[in-house]
Structures are given as structure tokens and as C-alpha cells.
Nanobody, 126 residues
Framework: QVQLVESGGGSVQAGESLRLSCAAS????????MGWFRQAPGKEREGVAT???????SYADSVKGRFTISKDNTKNTLYLQMNTLKAEDSAMYYC????????????????????WGQGTQVTVSS
């Protein structure tokens, strides 16, 4: 088991930036594959960005060029730098650990992950 605690959400204007953090209780999970997902009201949870143990990243098309995922293994912490935020980025953001199975292209599928944080809300006003 691993505990994941997100922070850094808030309310901003369109065009502004936020940085989300996710602290993991166990280094064995934070050093492995981790990801950020989001869910807006009435919509399914969707993958935003993932990063594996080697630092290889993947992004949803909607955030490419604006969001950057990274992690600090010494702090067991995952980050999501979000720039040029848009109203459509408004959602509850969740971090996830332990990608269960599949190809790298499957990592943005939320059903392939075992552990989830409680989420942090991001609201972007246009």
C-alpha cells in the first residue's frame, strides 16, 4: 500500500500557472511509474501525464506544450507544472502510482493504475 497526497490546486485566471505536488509515502512507488489524471464534473477520469522510472514522459494531446510532469525521487514527490491554463483544464486532479500492465501507450488509461490520491481541485476562470 502507498499513500498519495496531492496539493497545490486552486482558483486562477486563464493564462496563469499552477504547480501540483503529490507526496508518496513509499519511495518504491514514487521511483516507479506515476501519473496525473483529472476528472471534471459529469465526465470520465482522463489521463493527463505520466512519467516512468527512467524519466520517459507521456502527455494527453490537450496539454502538450503547456504541462510538464516531473518527479524528485529524493523527496518521493511527483509534480505537474501547468502553464497557460484554460477554462477546460478545470477539474479535480489526481495522482496515481503503480501502473499495472500494458504498453507505454496504455499509461494514460486510468483503469491501469492501482493507487490514487484524494485529489486537488483546479478551477480556471476565463
Amino acid at each position: 500500500q502507498v499513500q498519495l497526497v496531492e496539493s497545490g490546486g486552486g482558483s486562477v485566471q486563464a493564462g496563469e500557472s499552477l504547480r501540483l505536488s503529490c507526496a508518496a509515502s513509499k519511495s518504491s512507488y514514487s521511483s516507479g511509474c506515476m501519473g496525473w489524471f483529472r476528472q471534471a464534473p459529469g465526465k470520465e477520469r482522463e489521463g493527463v501525464a505520466t512519467i516512468d522510472s527512467g524519466g520517459t514522459t507521456s502527455y494527453a494531446d490537450s496539454v502538450k506544450g503547456r504541462f510538464t510532469i516531473s518527479k524528485d525521487n529524493t523527496k518521493n514527490t511527483l509534480y505537474l507544472q501547468m502553464n497557460t491554463l484554460k477554462a477546460e483544464d478545470s477539474a479535480m486532479y489526481y495522482c496515481a502510482a503503480e501502473f499495472t500492465y500494458g504498453y507505454p501507450s496504455d499509461r494514460l488509461n486510468p483503469q491501469r493504475w492501482n493507487y490514487w490520491g484524494q485529489g486537488t481541485q483546479v478551477t480556471v476562470s476565463s
